[in-house]
């Protein structure tokens, strides 16, 4: 043998060992299993969740200045009503002479859109009550 496939003095070579097997573990029980797929479902959806939180929160906040901005709407509609009405009182009195005649047409314009609006708000609250969706859990069968 030449002097480079021996191993220097002193130190010998020892036969390779076969490797050790590891024991085997056991299969997880029912329970480990089903707490792993419940884990693995919840990370799943928690970053939706978390979308759909923050979407609900911004859209909780569009909603009230959605409800802020309708009331100033409201509020100046309502002046430019009022003055519409008084100029319409003016009008007739410079017609007719007489506030009293005016006074009565906006009245009775004013009733008769109160009442118009009136109905059309009944009509919508048959909305209110969900009606397709009752049609769908009832089967079609009325109450």
């Not at 792993?36 to 928690?46: P, W």
């Not at 009503?81 to 009182?89: D, E, I, K, N, P």
């Amino acid at each position: 043998m030449s002097s480079a496939s021996r191993p220097p003095q002193g130190e010998e070579s020892e036969p390779p060992q076969p490797e050790a097997k590891a024991p085997e573990a056991a299969p997880p029980s029912l329970t480990e299993t089903l707490a792993g797929l419940l884990a693995a479902t919840l990370a799943r959806y928690q970053a939706r969740l978390e979308l759909l939180s923050l979407d609900v929160r911004r859209a909780v906040l569009s909603l009230g200045h959605l409800i802020l901005l309708s009331l100033v709407c409201a509020f100046l509609l309502w002046t430019a009503w009022f003055m519409a009405m008084a100029g319409l009182v003016c009008l007739i009195e410079h017609l007719t002479g007489t506030y009293a005649w005016g006074i009565l047409v906006v009245i009775v314009l004013n009733l008769a859109l109160m009442a118009w609006l009136w109905q059309r708000a009944i009509r919508l609250t048959h909305h209110l009550t969900l009606p397709a969706v009752r049609a769908h859990i009832l089967g079609g069968r009325h109450e």
